[in-house]
């Protein structure tokens, strides 16, 4: 019986027989001779089908071959300087499981966004998507791995919920049975709030829906959050948590897949310069800087896509805008004591114009300025009873934040558009496939 080897192993097996199994991407042919470039999702090679070292019914099968023909190869692994892969197969034996029965829709011309989102389900087979794909994979893996080596604890925050966790006019509702409406999560923060409370240091890592009417290239409506919330910590706390995080992040990915990055065309050396500390900027000094850049905004005021752009590309790194008005922010978040104006946040700007990638606050701690401030906003304080409860039993002054993975894989590979980045896009234009 021959091995069956992954693409990503072949270098330990160079000079013996070995199967590959996978599907045939591409193929150039003469007379005597098949180029077969083959992807098993873990990598991809060129196998040589030679005339006159296979039998003459293995050749016929290779020129039978149609692109995404899904094959089983025996061949001799050989190393290659020239082939762009490093290695090349010589093959014996083809087993062909099929040979598609329609052309395979893809081509290397250039298709429109909204052909490849239609084709999305055969898109994720492109070399570009399978970079963005592992390279999505190393990240969440790298914000995993962080969190267990600052011994943060893992809890599943819900989907369904009953109240409302950040702008009552972006949600999904649903039907719940005798009880009246549901949402679908638009943050998991006041569940971790309570879980901070039980185990100090928590995290979470799921998807978060948004009804948001925005057609930006930084919005979807199903995306995937992390989030974490800690006890005992100031919005200063929380500010170098955050950038202690995305630097680690940044440094793993960099580490396991610059391949991928490269593959991609990524330069490297933007996100070579993503190291703790990060420059800071309270939101008064944004403004100001905004103004001098000729963005017609004033204090007050949110600072938007175009605006986010116009502070970040001031830096090479991420930059926290902290401390922003109390009206254009969320009603849990804390007034700052030296100007109630203001409350306790930040937001983290990527750079090269990728916009906010965490949104973070210190929360308010007081029961009777949480129901103040629930009141203020017109939410059903019923529906928060448990949320002011928390304030009850040994409040402490705590903070936490969420991250954007989408946001964070478009910066990192350097998208142009957020739907790239998660495996099957939802916007308000598409739900299928
Ligand atoms: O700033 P947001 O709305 O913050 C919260 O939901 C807090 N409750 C989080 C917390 O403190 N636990 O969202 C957090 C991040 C944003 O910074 C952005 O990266 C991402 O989630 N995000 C989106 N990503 C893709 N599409 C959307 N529509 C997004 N909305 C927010
Ligand atoms: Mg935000």
């Known amino acids: 019986m021959t091995q069956w080897v992954y693409i990503e192993d072949v270098a330990d097996h160079v000079g013996e027989k070995i199967e ?43 020129a039978s071959l149609r692109i995404e023909s899904s094959v089983m190869i025996e061949g001799i692994i050989r190393e290659d300087k020239r082939s762009p892969y490093g290695y090349e197969m010589d093959v014996k034996n083809i087993e ?9 829709p ?83 923060q006041l569940y971790l709030e309570a879980a901070a409370m039980a185990l100090g240091k928590v995290f979470n890592l799921g998807p978060t829906f948004r009804a948001e009417k925005s057609k930006t290239r930084r919005h979807l409506t199903e995306f995937w959050m992390n989030e974490a919330e800690m006890a005992y910590y100031s919005s200063d706390d ?48 944004a403004i100001k800087l905004l103004q001098k850049k000729d963005f017609d905004i004033k204090w007050g005021d949110d600072i938007g896509g175009d605006e986010e752009t116009g502070i970040s590309e001031e830096f090479d790194k991420p930059v926290m805008v902290y401390n922003y008005p109390r009206n254009i922010k969320a009603f849990y978040m804390q007034p700052d004591p030296s100007n109630p104006e203001v409350v306790l946040c930040n937001d983290m700007l990527a750079p090269e114009g990728y916009g906010e990638i965490i949104g973070a606050s210190q929360r308010i701690h007081d029961p009777d300025l949480l129901v103040e401030r629930i009141k203020e906003f017109n939410l059903p304080v019923e529906s928060y009873d448990w949320y002011i409860d928390l304030r009850k039993h040994g409040t402490v002054p705590h903070s936490g934040f969420g991250m954007g993975i989408e946001r964070l894989v478009a910066w990192i590979c350097k998208l142009d558009h957020i739907r790239e980045a998660i495996p099957f896009a939802r916007t308000i234009y598409r739900i299928h496939p």
């Not at 006159?52 to 293995?58: L, P």
């Not at 062909?96 to 395979?104: H, L, N, R, T």
């Not at 570009?128 to 999505?136: D, G, S, Y």
């Not at 809890?155 to 549901?182: M, N, R």
């Open 20 to 62: 590959i199994r996978g599907w045939m991407f591409n193929k150039r042919s003469s007379g005597k001779i098949h180029f077969l470039q083959l992807r098993d999702g873990t990598g991809f090679i060129q196998a040589i089908v030679e005339k006159s070292s296979v039998d003459e019914e293995i050749f016929q099968i290779a």
């Open 96 to 104: 062909v499981v099929q040979i598609p029965i329609e052309d395979y």
């Open 106 to 188: 893809i081509s290397k011309k250039d298709h429109g966004v909204d052909f490849l989102m239609t084709n999305r389900h055969l898109w994720l087979r492109s070399k570009k998507q399978f970079h963005i794909l592992l390279t999505r994979n190393e990240i969440i893996r790298a914000v995993r791995e962080f969190y267990n080596l600052k011994k943060f604890v893992l809890v599943d925050t819900p989907i369904l919920t009953g109240s409302i966790g950040e702008c009552s006019g972006e949600v999904f509702d649903i039907e719940y049975f005798d009880l009246g409406k549901a949402y679908l999560a638009q943050t998991g």
């Open 238 to 285: 929380n500010m170098e948590f955050q950038e202690e995080l995305v630097s680690y992040v940044v440094k793993k990915v960099l580490e396991r897949a610059s391949d991928h990055l490269m593959a991609i065309d990524r330069d490297l050396k933007p996100l070579e310069k993503v190291k703790a500390p990060f420059p800071r900027m309270s939101y008064d000094e």
